[in-house]
C-alpha cells in the first residue's frame, strides 16, 4: 500500500515538470501586445516601461522571428566537380516543380555544392518522405540539421 502511494505521489508530483512545449499563436508577439489585448471579461493592462525596453523586446523578436530547431533534411544532390554549380540549380528548380509545397535549400559549403529538402522534425517523416524520391533521386540520404520551424 505504502508502495502504490509513494508511486502516486511522485506522478502528480512530476506531471507538471513536462517540457515546455512553444505555443505558434504567440510567436511574433510580444508581453507588451499580449498585456494590451481585452481579456475575457474586458479587463487590459498598461504598461509603462522605458521606451528602450520596448525597442530591446521588438529586436529581439525581430532576431528570433523564424525560430531554428535540430531536425532533419534530404540531401538528393552533392557535387564538388565544375559543373557543380549549374548542375545544382537544375536539381534544385526541377524538385520545385514537382514538389512546390516542399521547401529545398542550395547550400555551398567548402567545395560540394548540396541540395537539401523538407523540414522534418523526426528522421522517420524523413526517411518515410525520402521513400517517395528514391526513384528520381536515387543517391538521397537523410541528414540532420538545424531547419526552420516546419508548421504544425
Known sequence: ????LLLSFIVCVAAP???QVLDSLLLNRSIFDLLGDAGPHGNRVTLVQQEALYRAV???MV???????????????T????TARNASISVWEEFRRQHPDIPAYLDHRDIDFRVTVGDFRTRSEAERFKRMLT??????IVVREV???PAL
Open 1 to 4: 500500500m505504502k508502495k502504490y
Open 147 to 149: 531547419i526552420n520551424y
Open 79 to 82: 557535387s564538388n566537380q565544375q
Open 17 to 19: 515538470l513536462t517540457a
Open 58 to 60: 521588438q529586436q529581439q
Open 63 to 77: 532576431q528570433n522571428a523564424s525560430p531554428k530547431i535540430q531536425g532533419f533534411r534530404i540531401r538528393i544532390f
Open 135 to 140: 526513384n528520381t533521386y536515387r543517391s538521397a
